[in-house]
């Protein structure tokens, strides 16, 4: 991607990027995890439950969808325990980044465009992650699972990452994988880009736009898009 330090519309958008399936492909660890947690705990899991699920908090997962237990307690430890495995999984496994990830990064980090990360995520995760791909400068500004109240498809995530750059949702765009994300991003009153990654387009059709990956497009693209 070319670099144009100069550019006059640089300020006027931020991106906000959610993180599993948008700029990590970390699906695969991600129902390993489940599956420990629930191998460990003697809990069931049905077929087809994390295509469902990723994407959401599991504080909404564990009770809502999985009905393993409806105490707070029981929850916030069950929960805990599966970003344990996550991160035991990384460790073994490692991560990739996902197709156009550092080419953006680059690129929007050059042109000083508001950037965040806004993912039902824990920091924890999101930390290791960008230490281990040596993404962290282009990604100054997280909201992760810890720093709001309540998860996806709710627009609380991406309001308070808006409000943290300082854009007004008008000028933000979304980047997301999953339905409870895309719909976050509508509510939120922003534009929302939906990326393949993990759904079928069908599945993400609300979205204003839907590609690939961030490999598909690029800033300069979206930004025309975004102010033709």
């Known amino acids: 991607m070319e670099r144009d330090e100069t550019s006059p519309r640089a300020t006027r958008w931020a991106v906000l990027f959610d993180w599993d399936g948008v700029l990590?492909?970390?699906?695969?660890?991600?129902?390993?995890?489940?599956?420990?947690?629930?191998?460990?705990?003697?809990?069931?899991?049905?077929?087809g439950f994390f295509l469902q699920t990723f994407g959401m908090k599991n504080e909404w997962i564990i009770p809502q969808i999985l009905h393993w237990t409806k105490?707070?307690?029981?929850?916030?430890?069950?929960?805990?325990?599966?970003e344990v495995h996550f991160r035991e999984i990384v460790a073994e496994t490692g991560l990739t980044l996902c197709p156009g990830a550092w080419?953006?990064?680059?690129?929007?980090?050059g042109r000083a465009v508001p950037t965040a990360i806004a993912s039902s995520s824990q920091r924890a995760n999101i930390d290791l992650a960008l230490e281990k791909l040596a993404l962290r400068p282009f990604f100054p500004t997280i909201v992760a699972a810890e720093d709001v109240s309540r998860g996806k498809p709710d627009p609380e995530v991406f309001l308070a990452?808006?409000?943290?750059?300082?854009?007004p949702p008008h000028r933000c765009v979304v980047f997301e994988d999953a339905p409870a994300g895309v719909e976050a991003g509508k509510r939120a009153g922003m534009k929302v880009v939906a990326l393949t990654t993990t759904r079928a387009p069908e599945a993400l059709r609300e979205a204003d736009r839907i590609i690939a990956d961030l490999g598909a497009s690029t800033p300069s693209e979206i930004e025309r898009w975004l102010f033709p």
């Not at 430890?77 to 599966?82: G, Y």
């Not at 080419?103 to 980090?109: F, K």
């Open 24 to 47: 990590v492909d970390s699906s695969r660890q991600h129902e390993e995890s489940w599956h420990r947690l629930a191998r460990e705990e003697g809990l069931p899991l049905f077929p």
């Open 71 to 82: 105490d707070p307690e029981e929850i916030t430890r069950l929960s805990l325990r599966k």
């Open 103 to 109: 080419e953006w990064g680059q690129w929007l980090a």
């Open 161 to 167: 990452a808006a409000d943290r750059l300082g854009v």
